[in-house]
């Protein structure tokens, strides 16, 4: 299907969507991409390629983790014009999540509330999909977490490791979902630092040293200063090869929907400028040592601009989707495209931090 009547088709549909619940449309959406993504990726100007923790990125438009929990779409989804898509979280074990409701659409703020609680079919069920993938091509991420009711949950990222890196074009571990009791501690420093080494430790013990993945850590916008320096210090030790900043907020800034007091995460409009200060914020504490991955409120090609200039040689989406539909990275290339002309720039890389 052409760019131009999946978007005539989403338009149409948007409406029926959005009166339905929030979870039934997201499974429904992930159907329409089995069906209807085209069948090859479009092509880009190498000026949105570049190489980021060794891999070859065709643009820095991904899709962020939580929209194909059990990595069931990641080639329709690089077929829709994504430069990566990253797929989980996924933990050792199937775990149904939390009770629903647990997603809510807040319209009138363009923004996104969850408490899924790492809903997932489990490794094995992703591993036997992944492994099966008709196209291996294309950068794909796989997000690792661990169990709800885990008594070790370092063990749990270990396992993930473990299995996920022969599959992975990068692991991302996801320390930083609000909807796990007790996972954000894993970001103190010394658990932190527990955490990295086992996971490494099991990706090497996986993979021979020309086939390990790089690791990237997904960090929450709710962090103080001496978080942020702690974390930073951290990444460079480790060599990670990236900081995806951020996740979901637990803030709550001024909102309009009646969804507003709902708990859970906040994606979507309202967290682009915490999200762009966190990138900023850490930035400045890697010294550009650590490659960023901007995410939170990029919703059009200002947005990702925005982020790519404060720093980040990546950006991701997920919520904006909802309400742009599956046209957006496209549409967001071909606007960076027009932006880094304007700004007199010859590439994404040479922009990078440039603000």
């Not at 923790?53 to 779409?73: L, Q, R, T």
């Amino acid at each position: 299907m052409s760019r131009y009547a999946t978007a005539v088709l989403y338009s149409l549909i948007k409406p029926a969507l959005f009166r339905i619940d929030a979870e039934k449309a997201h499974g429904l959406a992930l159907s329409a991409l089995r069906l209807a993504a085209p069948a090859r990726a479009p092509a880009y100007p190498p000026s949105l390629a570049s190489v980021v923790a060794g891999i070859a990125f065709p643009n820095p438009v991904g899709m962020a983790a939580g929209f194909d929990k059990d990595g069931e779409v990641p080639d329709a989804l690089l077929r829709m014009g994504f430069g990566s898509a990253e797929v989980g979280s996924i933990t050792p074990l199937p775990q149904a999540g939390n009770p629903r409701p647990r997603l809510f659409r807040l319209v009138e703020d363009r923004a996104v509330i969850n408490r899924m609680g790492f809903n997932n079919s489990g490794a094995q069920v992703a591993v036997d999909r992944l492994e099966a993938r008709a196209d291996t091509s294309g950068v794909v991420g796989i997000n690792i977490g661990a169990n709800k009711d885990s008594t070790d949950r370092v063990a749990d990222y270990a396992i993930m490791a473990k299995l996920m890196a022969p599959i992975a074009s990068y692991l991302a571990v996801n320390i930083s979902s609000p909807n796990t009791p007790g996972l954000r501690a894993l970001q103190d420093e010394s658990a932190l630092t527990g955490l990295l080494d086992a996971v490494i430790e099991a990706r090497d013990a996986a993979c021979p040293p020309a086939k390990r993945p790089p690791v990237f850590l997904k960090v929450a916008p709710d962090l103080e200063p001496a978080d942020i320096d702690a974390i930073a210090r951290i990444a460079i030790d480790k060599r990670l090869g990236a900081l995806i900043v951020s996740n979901t907020t637990i803030s709550r800034p001024a909102l309009a929907s009646v969804h507003k007091g709902e708990s859970g995460g906040l994606s979507g409009a309202p967290l682009r400028d915490l999200a762009q200060q966190r990138l900023r914020d850490f930035r400045k504490a890697t010294g550009g040592a650590v490659a960023l991955v901007g995410v939170g409120g990029i919703a059009n090609a200002e947005d990702a601009w925005a982020r790519i200039r404060a720093g980040a040689s990546l950006v991701q989406l997920y919520s904006a989707m909802v309400y742009e539909g599956p046209t957006i990275a496209r549409k967001i290339c071909k606007g960076l495209i027009e932006l880094m002309k304007r700004d007199g720039f010859a590439s994404i890389a040479e922009a990078v931090g440039s603000e």
